[in-house]
């Protein structure tokens, strides 16, 4: 007999991810590996919607019995206002990644915060105390700088095009104990800014779209870390240019499967298989 989490039956538990486009997305692929190990009745789908029906596919999870749903691009502020209950941390990032229903009511989390301070933690790097530069200013640029400002990142520099929209997150981000300050992307090749990081966050999807990121790499130190938030089957542009740069880099997959893990566990009750969820998604643990 084929393990549960092999086979869809009439009992099966779906868990989706609910974004526009989802081609690149391995979250389905990590998820149903997990639910492989642990021999669970559940399967992960794609589902694909437009900022004109979010509303009916938000309300469809609890209509049609979702065990829980991960949100995407470009959709994870916009669904924050169909939640009927919001967490702590969703409300404090200012975005929305995974909602799970408790009966018929909707609660929206964010696990992109707490996924990355995990993958930094994993990589050996404490954010206290240091200085960091994070590129972009989008929804993942929220989450990475709130779970940076709350564990302690002394000083924390959001670069963009639109600085106008980086001032916006810095003072929405402006939290005890940390600067939190705003520049343009000009700022990638100011060498004293570059000199004085231990981290740079890119959040951007530069590189994978085919456009350039203009950045002086060589003004950084060499055991700054490079960490992109966007991620593929392979090194982005990003990473590449940083390991070519022999810099320490975290790739984006990484964050994915610590959000993921924490999500397995919002979805099924139980705690995930980091290392089956990684090795599914092409990385070594």
Request: with cysteine.
């Amino acid at each position: 007999m084929a393990p549960r989490g092999s086979k869809i039956e009439g009992s099966t538990r779906v868990v989706g991810i609910l974004g526009d486009p989802l081609d690149h997305t391995l979250s389905p692929r990590m998820h149903n590996a997990a639910f492989r190990e642990l021999e669970l009745d559940y399967a992960y789908v794609p589902l694909r919607t437009t900022a004109r029906r979010l509303k009916e596919a938000v309300r469809s999870i609890t209509t049609l019995g979702f065990a829980g749903v991960n949100v995407t691009v470009p959709f994870k502020r916009a669904v924050m206002r169909h939640m009927d209950k919001l967490t702590d941390t969703a409300k404090a990032v200012g975005a929305v990644n995974t909602i799970h229903p408790e009966g018929n009511k909707l609660i929206g989390e964010n696990t992109d915060a707490p996924g990355l301070t995990a993958a930094l933690s994993a990589a050996g790097f404490r954010p206290r105390g240091k200085n960091v530069l994070v590129i972009g200013a989008g929804g993942a640029a929220r989450a990475a700088v709130w779970a940076l400002a709350s564990a302690g990142a002394i000083d924390i520099i959001i670069a963009n095009r639109t600085v106008s929209k980086a001032k916006k997150l810095a003072r929405e981000m402006a939290r005890r104990g940390s600067m939190i300050q705003a520049t343009g992307l000009d700022s990638l090749e100011d060498f004293d800014l570059l000199d004085s990081r231990q981290l740079v966050v890119n959040s951007t999807p530069l590189g994978l779209k085919g456009e350039t990121l203009e950045y002086d790499i060589d003004s950084t130190q060499p055991d700054c870390i490079h960490f992109d938030l966007a991620y593929g089957d392979k090194l982005t542009p990003f990473l590449k240019q940083a390991s070519a740069k022999k810099r320490p880099i975290i790739d984006g997959r990484y964050m994915l499967v610590h959000q993921g893990a924490l999500s397995f566990k919002l979805f099924t009750g139980r705690k995930a298989p980091l290392e089956t969820m990684a090795r599914a998604i092409g990385l070594k643990v």
